[in-house]
């Protein structure tokens, strides 16, 4: 009923209206009840597709294992696997229905609950499509015998796999003398550690990535004359991946046996491992032995063979070759070790072993004028690795010497890896390093495929990447940032990933992958469709479903043909890169179809402002965004209640609006400079965040922000600028609260001439990084209680007593810098024994400075040193005699011929100041 009141009629056309939303509410009422059966119904049948997707992940982690031997069972393989993907869009298509009901009513409700409707029917019916399309892999299957053919068909250490004498380590092991190249010194190395080491029994390995000759080199070591003098007995073993330790002692002691000169007993094919193992070490009681057990995988080897292999104090040896470096460190339980890491060929030591090769019947071993720009070029793209270059020096040898010939080959390297007999046998050798790692981290590896060729990629971002994506399964007592550090860790072990620089604490700071692994995964990633790259040289075949698409070319046009292609592909990451860093995207907009998306990454991308549609990316995970100017996050960023991280590092000012605080499971928060002016007494509800950088402070209630930073349990890593003297208390109250936190980096507020005081009552255990920048006077009083600081910085401090009596007991600092008048004082003194660790020592901009004294016994472990811009130091400290350890000296310019004579292999810059 519509009711009226006489004394103030209502407006006919909003009668007009009352009547239209009563008649639509009768209409909507038998759908909504439709809509209750239906729901009803879709909760069912998400729960089995559910199920459904464990069962297909199961089976694709067990497939991985095998070795699809027709193309038939290969297509049928890559079906089930999209099948998952299509199963998990639906699963989060689902959620985000779930996340969006409404709470409030009237119109705006019954229209969202039309929308609603159209939606799950929408869903329904695609549950519905994808249980066909499973019945019929299914009955596929069955038909034509896919899976039994998968079952009963090699494991993916197929005939090159298994076999320890296929072609590429029979030629490492009978490799010429004359083609040896860059092994002088580590062959010297390994001799002394077996000749002239200690009276115990040694384990001593070589360890490298596939093909960089750890075989040839132990054979050269194996059979010079060194050993044969020194050693009673000498036996050589290849191990490989598949080994059997029954096998392996058999073939130890019909070794043995032959050496001796006797038969292999007669029961040997009978014989358990106990009787095995007491055979053997009988054979060597008396002896000094050395065993090489090549190629070994299997961390647990030494635990199978080490009782055979008896220690009888008699200076025996075991030689080990690995690609893993856990192999080795399994080993130091229960014996000595010694371990040499090959390092790739200089690219001098490269062209020698090509040339070698290429011309060994030509040009008396020379490389001829005309092709030496190219060879270079050739043997660049090997990156040191010697099996690549032998393997391509090989072939060229039989190809026409003419630089057209060679620019060809060099521009197809790529294709002629995959066709040709001899390359072929890298990818198969590098590969063998592919099928050994666990199911957890071969799509971490092919997550390398991503980057662009020769790109190196922060350690960090590789791993905000993985998380992002589900790759880092939980473990008790630790972060997920913790165990996908293992997991790169792992990596760089088995010589699949290369470390290209190191953290201050010994920890990876960039990696990246050598070229020819990068193109393995790039094979295998055709296969499993795990990403695709948009490139300026065309796109890339776009069929199928792809979860990871890597854009890097023009983003100023082509825009609506690009969206075009990649709507149908269900992409999960979005990455965006330039090799022009001052490309630009002045807008692209998100299709709707990434509304699933985990993963988005501007990477060298600057864009004029955010895209309008972020905040609809619900399952968002990881966003990375480069700008020129101050990012205005839109308030719909709100709704992102997945985001983990958000990395702005490039933008001048990251203004947060007041509906980031809903964002309850982000960690890391990252920007130049970040605005809190809407978020004051919000920020305490991010519980979650680990990492928050750079917070500027120079704001109204500064201090109520700082209070609220104090309810932020879990954080690791806080950098905060413009910190006001009067909130030095409460400053150091919230960090006080922060058990977990390792970096801390404080910024002082220049406003004012006052100094600020960091009395932290609990210092922070855990920190490990400390650096203040502004006026102190005196040093917090809580600085020698940190006891597992490795890198302290002092910059524009004012400290007017010398620092290093109060340092000096910090047992484990790495690195300390004092900068831009961190000292006013006259005399800096070590003393002896003090920083027995300090590896890095920065004094700069010390205006007032006069003396440097550095006692006999101080700085023992100091590699660098950097005295700069000091002006009014008499003389260089006479003590940096002393630094027997010493291998870079950054300095003014001045005689330091005194320097020179004592230390002729030190590294002197010189600057002029």
Not at 88 to 98: L, R
Not at 356 to 368: M, N, Q, V
Request: hydrophobic content about 40%.
């Amino acid at each position: 009923m519509i009711l009226q009141n006489n004394n103030n009629p209502i407006p006919r056309s909003t009668l007009m209206a009352e009547v239209a939303v009563s008649l639509v509410i009768d209409q909507l009422l038998p759908l909504l009840r439709e809509e209750v059966k239906l729901f009803r119904g879709i909760h069912k049948e998400f729960a089995d597709i559910k199920d459904e997707l464990e069962s297909i992940q199961a089976f694709l982690k067990d497939a991985d294992k095998k070795s699809a031997t027709t193309e038939g069972v290969k297509t049928w393989v890559k079906q089930v696997r999209e099948a998952a993907f299509r199963i998990e869009d639906i699963i989060d298509e689902y959620m985000i229905q779930v996340g969006q009901q409404p709470r409030d009513h009237g119109c705006a409700s019954l229209l969202h609950k039309l929308k609603a409707i159209i939606s799950r029917r929408r869903i329904a019916s695609e549950i519905q499509d994808i249980k066909s399309y499973v019945r019929g892999i299914k009955e596929r299957s069955e038909r034509y015998g896919f899976q039994r053919s998968l079952e009963h068909g090699p494991s993916n250490s197929t005939e090159i796999r298994n076999s320890k004498w296929h072609h590429p380590r029979l030629a490492a092991l009978y490799m010429e003398e004359s083609e040896v190249v860059g092994f002088e010194e580590p062959r010297k190395r390994l001799i002394d550690w077996m000749v002239k080491g200690r009276d115990e029994r040694t384990v001593v390995s070589v360890v490298g990535m596939g093909g960089q000759g750890k075989t040839t080199l132990a054979k050269k070591v194996f059979d010079s004359k060194d050993l044969v003098r020194h050693f009673d007995s000498r036996v050589w073993i290849t191990v490989s991946q598949s080994f059997n330790v029954e096998d392996l002692l058999r073939e130890m002691l019909i070794k043995f046996s032959k050496e001796k000169g006797d038969g292999a007993p007669r029961d040997i094919s009978q014989m358990d491992r106990g009787s095995l193992t007491e055979q053997v070490r009988n054979y060597l009681q008396q002896k000094r032995y050395i065993v090489v057990f090549d190629d070994v995988w299997s961390v647990h080897f030494w635990d199978d063979i080490q009782f055979a292999v008896i220690d009888n104090k008699n200076g025996s040896r075991i030689f080990i070759t690995t690609r893993n470096r856990n192999v080795v460190v399994s080993c130091k339980k229960s014996s000595f070790t010694e371990m040499l890491e090959l390092q790739p060929l200089t690219q001098e030591q490269s062209l020698e072993l090509f040339n070698k090769k290429a011309f060994k019947f030509d040009y008396d071993g020379c490389c001829p004028k005309e092709l030496t720009a190219i060879a270079n070029e050739i043997v660049q793209k090997c990156n040191g690795l010697p099996l690549a270059i032998v393997a391509i020096g090989g072939l060229l040898s039989t190809r026409e010497k003419t630089g057209f010939e060679w620019h060809r080959f060099r521009e197809n390297l790529s294709l002629e890896l995959k066709k040709d007999a001899n390359l072929i046998g890298i990818k198969e050798i590098l590969g063998l390093s592919y099928d050994d790692l666990p199911y957890y981290l071969k799509s971490c590896l092919l997550y390398f495929a991503i980057y662009p060729v020769d790109y190196v990629v922060r350690s960090k971002t590789v791993i905000h990447h993985w998380i992002a994506e589900g790759f880092v399964k939980e473990e008790r007592g630790k972060t997920l940032e913790e165990v996908a550090e293992g997991y790169l860790t792992e990596l760089i072990h088995r010589n699949l990933v290369q470390v290209s620089s190191l953290r201050y604490d010994g920890k990876v700071k960039c990696c990246r992958v050598h070229d020819l692994i990068r193109d393995m995964i790039l094979e295998i990633n055709e296969n499993l469709n795990f990403c695709k790259h948009i490139s300026v040289d065309g796109q890339s075949n776009l069929s199928g479903i792809v979860r990871r698409l890597l854009v890097t070319t023009e983003l100023r046009t082509g825009l609506d043909d690009l969206n075009l292609h990649i709507e149908r592909l269900h992409v999960r990451s979005l990455f965006f890169f330039s090799n022009d860093q001052v490309s630009f995207m002045h807008f692209w907009r998100i299709p709707k179809k990434f509304r699933l998306l985990k993963v988005l990454d501007y990477e060298h991308v600057r864009l004029v402002h955010p895209p309008h549609e972020v905040g609809s990316l619900i399952h968002l995970k990881y966003l990375k965004l480069n700008y020129l100017r101050k990012i205005e996050l839109p308030k719909s960023i709100g709704m992102l209640q997945n985001l983990e991280t958000l990395d702005a590092r490039h933008a001048y000012t990251l203004e947060l609006p007041k509906e980031i605080s809903k964002l309850r499971k982000l960690r890391h928060l990252i920007s130049t400079n970040i605005s809190l002016i809407e978020l004051k007494s919000g920020i305490g509800e991010m519980t979650s965040l680990q990492t928050f950088r750079n917070v500027d402070l120079n704001m109204d209630g500064a201090a109520e922000v700082i209070k609220e930073l104090g309810k932020l349990k879990q954080m690791r890593d806080l950098r905060l600028l413009n910190v006001h003297e009067e909130d030095g208390s409460i400053l150091s109250s919230s960090i006080n609260e922060m058990k977990h936190l390792e970096k801390l980096n404080v910024e002082l507020s220049f406003q004012s001439n006052k100094s600020i005081g960091l009395d932290l009552i609990s210092a922070p255990m855990m920190l490990r990084k400390l650096s203040l920048l502004g006026m102190l006077k005196k040093l917090p009083k809580s600085i020698p209680e940190l006891q597992n600081l490795v890198v302290l910085r002092l910059t524009q401090s004012l400290l007017t007593k010398d620092p290093m009596q109060f340092l000096k007991s910090l047992q484990h600092l790495l690195i300390l810098s004092l900068t831009r008048n961190a000292f006013e004082g006259l005399c800096l003194h070590f003393e002896d024994g003090g920083f027995e660790k300090l590896k890095e020592l920065y004094v700069e901009n010390l205006s007032e400075l006069r003396v440097i004294i550095i006692e006999k016994g101080a700085l023992p472990s100091l590699k660098k040193l950097q005295l700069l811009s000091l002006f009014n130091l008499k003389n260089l400290p006479k003590g940096i005699l002393h630094l027997e350890k010493l291998e870079v000296l950054n300095i003014y310019t001045e005689d330091l011929s005194w320097i020179t004579e004592h230390m002729p292999t030190l590294k002197i810059n010189y600057f002029v100041t």
